[in-house]
């Protein structure tokens, strides 16, 4: 040990953060302008929070106009949406609910200091994630193929039932703008636990310090959330 | 080097604060189930055509869902209340946007004498594109 980290060895007052920090007795994770942990983590999550309340109005938005198109077009709504495979929709239900459950449990582990639980609970989360794009994959190659497409791409010839009333077309592109962006928000998702999962692997991690899961879990949370409402609005009720 | 004691004095009386709320393994698997079964409902109740009560009574069983997502699978429920007060803002300001203009657009026909017009250059996609769905063609199963 040289004299800069054993402080018994030098006369100098503390100078460099790691001298600070072993003369404070506080954590190594908390940062200098905190009061203490619990303010520093308060603090992050509130900062997430926000970011999360701006995702709630960019979606927003989109819930305001499908309410706008589908009150103005209601039949074509109706009948359009029967074009969507409603089993398809409810197996990313559960897929994507199991995947909050799993990305929850997560964050216990670790705050119990499970480590080895916690990294199996997120591949299971990211694996989730991966289904639901899958099926996603499935429902859009279908669509695309059969031109059930947004605007001037829609050329559906009725071959898997008949549309009734004007402008189809609407529903489409909404259904696309909607899940697209959402579809968005889960790929997004999917390299945030990612990297969480990395660093959960690296030992980065424990019961003191697991804000990058906490916060990573709360963005999975609101991708679910966006779905509990798409997909009723989308595949059940048109 | 009294600062620096009376800094380790209230570290350690924080101490107490700084444990997290760890929510327990069976309501994080209660509320995973009943959320499941929640979506069960959802699908089924569609089957039912309640008219207009058709988007309230779906609404309303996926706010129940979001409200448990948000209450324990976020933290809410344990967290700085705050947190919540935020979101129900950010929640009104929504509602607010979206009902308003709902109004707009229920109220149109009596200010103006037009209602909304088929966008022209896509309105009758079958002409255009020279495509007759065909006669015998299956209804959409639901």
Known sequence: MNG?????????????????????????????????????????????????????????????????????????????????????????TVVLITSSLTVALAIRSIQLNQRKAAIWLLVVTIACAAVFLVVKYFEYSHKIHLGLLPGNFYHYDGSEGVIIGNNPHIYFGIYFAMTGLHGLHVVIGMIVLGWVLLRLIKGEFNSEYYTPVELGGLYWHLVDLIWIYLFPLLYLIG | MQPTHAHAASHQSQQSHSHHHIVPFKVNMAVGITLLVLTAVTVWIAQFDFGAMNMIVAMTVATVKAGLVVAYFMHLRYDNRFFLTMLLVCLI??????????????????????????????????????????????????
Request: glycine share 2%; proline share 4%; aromatic share 12%.
């Open chain 1, 4 to 92: 800069v980290t054993n402080l018994a060895a030098t006369d100098r007052r503390p100078e460099t953060p790691l001298e600070l920090h072993a003369e404070n007795h506080h954590s190594p994770y908390q940062a200098h302008h905190f009061t203490d942990m619990a303010q520093q983590f308060d603090a992050a999550k509130m900062g997430m929070w926000l970011f999360l309340l701006t995702e709630i109005l960019l979606f927003g938005g989109l819930f305001c106009a499908y309410a706008i198109y589908s009150t103005e077009h209601a039949a074509m709504f109706h009948s359009a949406h029967k074009m969507l495979d409603w089993k398809m929709g409810a197996l990313n």
């Open chain 2, 93 to 142: 300001a929504l509602t607010v946007f979206i009902v308003f203009t709902m109004i707009d657009q229920k109220s149109r026909t009596s200010i103006y004498d037009y209602e909304m017009q088929e966008i022209r250059k896509n309105a009758k996609m079958y002409e255009k594109k020279a495509l007759t769905p065909p006669k015998d063609a299956v209804p959409a199963k639901h």
